[in-house]
């Protein structure tokens, strides 16, 4: 029988993320709740769009990439994730080392959000861990086989196609 309390980290926003993205908590991306709230609104709120892009900029500027994907994790985000996915290719900067986040994304419910993860997959630079790519292709391809729909189907191969070229390059 598990630990309850072991099982309290999959609740716990900051370790779920940590859980999502793979990465030891000491490297863990780290901000406050309200920087968070602020990022996701100057992303996704329409009455911030003349600030959207200047937001991109400095996000890119700043190496800051881990805090839209703690943007994008957040359950203050659940209505507008598609946005915030779209944030990062629209900000380019080069996802490579999160592709197993974004795979996790490209098999989301939501297709908007899978269409998004799907462009931000397609656009990272590399390099990429041999193994998470491998595995990647395996998941995506288990998930056609099991409960991919028709129009998802073909955005589904297209990424298997990408991650295969990730290999090859």
């Not at 946005?83 to 290719?89: F, G, K, R, S, T």
């Not at 086989?145 to 990730?166: G, H, K, M, Y």
């Amino acid at each position: 029988m598990e630990n309850t309390d072991d099982l309290k980290k999959y609740f716990d926003s900051k370790e779920y993320i940590t859980q999502i993205i793979g990465i030891d908590k000491a490297e863990a991306p780290k901000a406050s709740e309200s920087e968070l709230t602020n990022l996701i609104s100057l992303l996704t709120n329409p009455e911030n769009k003349a600030f959207k892009e200047e937001t991109l900029l400095t996000l890119k500027k700043e190496k800051a990439g881990d805090r839209l994907l703690l943007a994008i994790a957040s359950p203050k985000a659940k209505t507008n994730k598609h946005l915030l996915v779209a944030a990062c290719w629209e900000s380019e900067i080069n996802f490579s080392k999160y592709l197993s986040f974004f795979l996790i994304l490209a098999l989301d419910s939501d297709d908007l959000v899978s269409l998004e993860a799907i462009t931000v997959i397609s656009t990272m630079e590399g390099p990429f861990d041999t193994n998470a790519v491998k595995e990647g292709i395996k998941k995506v391809k288990a998930f056609i086989q099991n409960s991919a729909t028709v129009p998802r189907t073909v955005l589904l191969n297209d990424l298997v196609f990408t991650l295969e070229e990730f290999l090859n390059a």
